[in-house]
């Protein structure tokens, strides 16, 4: 005997499949009243499936969206996002008719929650991406009218004087701009067209390999035999064809810079194991933390180092500059996050806020400002799922935002056992009070005072934060 279409009514196999479907699904009269509801919708409102079943379906889903379909007799194809609880889902609901006449109507809808939070995690690591890829545009640039005025000009140089363009190199310490400045050289090189549109900009970190014989191979290439298993390979001079070669942290070639040496006074490359000299015509920059000129083979930062361009450390540059830097990148951060989420969002740094970070101390410079602007925005700002039918926000930025380690940068002289009798065993007592009532560190401050104890609001506010208070 074969299964037929009957068999599935009769003996309750179509019932067994809506119990196993992942969507929930409801069916009423056209009281309202639920003749059907699956396992699904019943453990979203933690009833029995039994027990729903003729009562009125308002009594389990108060906004239920088979209600509209109910009334307005048609298909509700909803894209709102619907809430139980912390149960997110999405809603569809049609009438249903028989022999032309409306009987009810049933719905069907979709647990959203983890493609919710996949889409979220994708939409993420976009802003991350964003948030994180390097300045291209010399609007962009903070302190281009100020402390890089002259280096932007030199820049220009390498590539757009009358007489060709240059190698140049970069120094700055780490997170000072140096890949920022190369991509902006190469963005100049195009516009006054020393080389195409279209033409390659290869980067590549020396400095990343385990060993200098590896980052050769990725540079010039190999023959096939050239070493045990070696294939042959283009490398990355020749990739860079007619355009730029960037070589971050380029004294890492180490024996290999007699190899960079000769390509650059004869403008021909011979890959790794081969004979054959190969014509290449590339703009090098070579860019490092270190002083170059002590670091490089001497010939070779003499070839390159026509253009020496100097990034200046974080700290070097004005406060003026520090605070254009602030607010290019929280504009920058509530820009994209405003796009991403369809809203406005304002974002505003306390006082406070705004001093502490302007007058910390950072080894890893604008990248690690940046960094710390952009995590004190996320942990002053809203919950995604607080922001459901808003269209503007503010956030305000303040000073126990900002994250623990700043605190260390703001005085880079504390050493543990400083911070550990920051506030001594009888006034942190008054700090809990205080908390517990609500206040903030600077009234904590001004409150102390009132005690006898002279402790100023960041201590306070590290206090706070370090014993998560
Ligand atoms: N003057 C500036 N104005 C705006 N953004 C800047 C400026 N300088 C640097 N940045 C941004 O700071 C971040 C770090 O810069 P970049 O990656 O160019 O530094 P780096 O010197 O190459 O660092 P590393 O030594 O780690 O390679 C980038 O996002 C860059 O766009
Ligand atoms: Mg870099």
């Known amino acids: 005997m074969n299964l037929k279409i009957n068999d599935l009514y009769k003996f ?8 196993r479907s992942n969507d929930g699904i409801n069916i009423v009269n056209t009281e309202g009243i639920l003749i059907y509801a699956n396992k699904v919708s019943a453990d979203y409102t933690n009833a029995k499936a039994e027990d729903m079943i003729g009562n009125p379906i308002s009594q ?37 008719y028989i022999n032309q006449q409306f009987m009810g109507a049933f719905s069907i809808f979709k647990d959203i929650q983890e493609i919710d939070e996949l889409n979220n995690k994708i939409k993420y690591l976009q802003l991350h991406l964003k948030l994180n890829e390097p300045e291209k545009d010399v609007f962009s640039i903070i302190g281009k009218n100020g402390s890089l005025s002259q280096v932007v000009e030199k820049a220009r140089r390498t590539v757009a004087s009358l007489g060709g363009p240059r190698h140049s190199i970069i120094i700055g310490e780490s997170g000072t701009g140096k890949t920022m400045l190369a991509n ?5 090189a195009k516009d006054v067209h020393v080389i195409d549109e279209k033409a390659p900009f290869i980067e590549i970190n020396c400095g990343q390999f385990t060993n200098p014989d590896i980052a050769a191979v990725e540079i010039f290439g190999s023959e096939e035999g050239a070493y045990t298993g070696a294939k042959q390979k283009k490398g990355l001079f020749e990739q860079a064809n007619r355009g730029i070669l960037f070589l971050d942290e380029a004294h890492a070639l180490k024996q290999y810079q007699t190899m960079l040496l000769k390509a650059v006074e004869s403008g021909k490359i011979r890959r790794i194991g081969g004979s054959k000299e190969i014509p290449v015509d590339v703009i090098i920059i070579a860019a490092s933390t270190k002083n170059l000129k002590e670091e490089m083979l001497p010939e070779l930062y003499q070839r390159l180092a026509q253009y020496e361009l100097y990034l200046p450390a974080l700290n070097e540059r004005s406060l003026a500059e520090k605070r254009d830097l602030l607010r290019y990148f929280v504009d920058k951060y509530a820009k994209a996050v405003g796009e991403l989420h369809g809203i406005q969002y304002h974002v505003e740094f306390s006082q406070e806020a705004e001093d502490a970070l302007l007058a910390a101390n950072y080894p890893r410079n604008i990248r690690q400002f940046r960094d710390i602007v952009n995590y004190s925005i996320d942990s002053a700002a809203p919950l995604i799922s607080d922001i459901i039918n808003e269209t503007e926000i503010f956030t305000k930025v303040d000073l126990e935002n900002l994250p623990f380690d700043t605190y260390d940068l703001y005085h880079p002289n504390n050493d543990a056992a400083y911070r550990n009798d920051l506030i001594s065993p009888d006034a942190a007592k008054l700090v809990h009070a205080y908390r517990n009532k609500g206040y903030g560190p600077r009234i904590i401050s001004k409150k102390l005072e009132e005690h006898g104890y002279h402790i100023e609001f960041y201590k306070i506010a590290y206090y706070l934060k370090k014993h998560r208070l």
């Open 60 to 96: 389990y889903y108060p906004k239920a969206v088979l209600l509209q379909a109910l009334e307005k007799k048609c298909a509700i194809l909803d894209k709102k996002i619907h809430f139980i609880g912390s149960k997110k889902y999405i809603v569809s609901a049609y009438p249903i």
């Open 184 to 188: 902006l050289i190469y963005d100049f």
């Open 12 to 19: 309750g196999i179509i019932e067994d499949i809506l119990n």
